[in-house]
C-alpha cells in the first residue's frame, strides 16, 4: 500500500490534530456549566485517597483526577480538562485509523468528525468519567491493531498489549474488546500472529499493566465483582439495559452517522479492498454481540464506532471517486451538511448549555437520563449540613461525624466542607465503606440522604435538624426523597457491629 508524499501527509495530520483540537475545545466551555456531576464527586473521594483500585472501577481515572487537582484545585473546567483532551485524542485517533486503510485527508477528517458527535462521545468529553478514558484506550488499541494489518510489523501489538491493559485499568468491560480481537484473529488470517514472540509480548504488556489492580482485587475478596452484580442487577430491574441494539442507532452513535458506519460493515465484510483489515469488523461484530448477550448499557459499545467510522469514511472515498466530479460535491455537500446538523442537534440536548431548569435544559435532562440534574445542588447540600454543625453545642461538634448515604452526598461534603471545617463524610456506599468511619469513631452524626426508617432504629437520639432545599427549583435525583437532614447519638449496636452490616453498593 503506496505512502502519501511527505508534505501532504503534514498538511492532512494538522488538518486533523485541528478538527481534534476545536471538539476539546468545545467539551472544555461546556465543561465550565452547573456544577460537579454526582460520579464526579465520587472520583473526588477517590482521588484523594490513592489505591490500586476502587469498588467501582480500576485506579487510572481516580489517578488522573488526583493530577488535575494538583495542577487546576478544585476547579470544575480542570476537573473535566483531560477527559475533554480524551475525546480529542478520540478524534485524531479515529482519522488516522482511516489513513492507515488507505483514506485521503476527506476520509480522515469525515471519520473523524462522525466519530466524535455520537451521543455518548459528547457526554464523556463533557465531565469527568472513566467512561472518557475508557473510549480512548480502546480507539487507541484499535488504531494499534489497524497499524499492524497495515504493516504487518509484529511491534504493533505492543501498542495495543499497552491499550488493551490501560483499558482494565480504567474500566473492566475492555475485557469484552479483548475477545473481539482474539476472536477476529482466529476467523481471519492473522491467525498467524498466535506465532508470533510479538503477539506475547503485548499479552505480558497487557498483564503487566493490570496486574496492580488483579492484586488488588485479591487482596480485597474481588469487591468489584460484587459490585457489577449488584449494579447489572440493578439496570435490569429499572429497564436500563433494554432495547441494547436499537439504542446503538440514535443513542450511542449519532443517527446521521448510521450510512458511514454501515458502510464500514460493508468494506470490511464484502468490499475487496477491505478484506486486509477483516479482522476490524470481527472485533466489532464479536464485541456487540457479547455485550448484547450479557445485557450490557447500550454506551458499553460506544469505543466500538470510530474504526467504523473510519472504514466506513474510506469505502465512501471509494465510491465516490466513480462518479463526475459534478455529484462528487454535490454528495459531498450534503454529507457534511448532514454531519453538520446532526452533530448541533446531537450537542443541543447532551452538552451541559441549556439554562437551568429552562424547557430546554428539563427536555436535554429527560434525554440524557438526568444527569443534568445531578450537577446541581451540591454546594447548597454542603452549605446546609455546615449550618447543622454550627448549630451544635461544642462538645458535639468536637466528635462529629458526617453520615452520608450516597457517593454524591459524601463527594460533596469532601469537596466544599472543608471551607466550613467540616470532617470527611463516612458513608457505606462502595469504596467509603473500606475507609471505615474514624477513629476516634464519631459521637455525634449529622446525617444527609439516608433514610429514616433505616436512621431511627440504628442510630440513639435523632432528631430532624435541617431540610435540603431544591437550588433553581431542581430535585436533585440522587438526593431523592431523603431531604431532610438529621443529628443523631452513636450506633445503637456501636460502631464496630453496626459497620459490618452497613456495607451497600451504588
Known sequence: MSEPSTSVRMSDTSALWLLGLAFTVVHVLAGARYGFHRDELLTYSNARDLEWGYVVYP???????????AVFGTSLVGFRFLAAVACGMTTVLTGLMARAMGGGRRAMLVSAFAASIGGSTFFTGSFMSYMSFDLLWWVLTAWCVTRLLQSDDGRWW???????????MTKYTMAFFVFGIVGGMLLTSNRKYLRSLWFWCGVAVA???FAPNLWWQYQHHFVGIDWMKSIHARDMRWGRTDYFFLNQIWKVANVVTLPIWLGGLWFLFKRPEGKPWRMIGWMFVLTLLALGAVRGREYYAAPLYPMLMAAGAVCGEIWLAAKPEGKQKKIRGAAWRALTIGGLAMASIILPVAPVNSTWWRIA???SGQDFNMQIGWPELARTVADVAASLPAEQRARLGVLAGDEGEAGAVNLYGAAYGLPRAISGMNSNWLRG??????????????????LLPNFSSCRRAADLGKPHGVANQTIGGFTAVYVCGPPVKGWPEFWKGFQYYG
Open 207 to 209: 498483564l503487566l499493566i
Open 365 to 367: 435532562d429527560s434525554v
Open 59 to 69: 485506579p487510572v481515572t481516580a489517578w488522573l483526577a488526583r493530577v488535575e487537582l
Open 437 to 454: 468511619y474514624g477513629d476516634p469513631a464519631p459521637e455525634t452524626v449529622i446525617a444527609v440522604g439516608m433514610d429514616p426508617e433505616f
Open 158 to 168: 505492543i501498542g495495543a498489549g499497552a491499550g488493551i491493559g490501560l483499558g482494565l
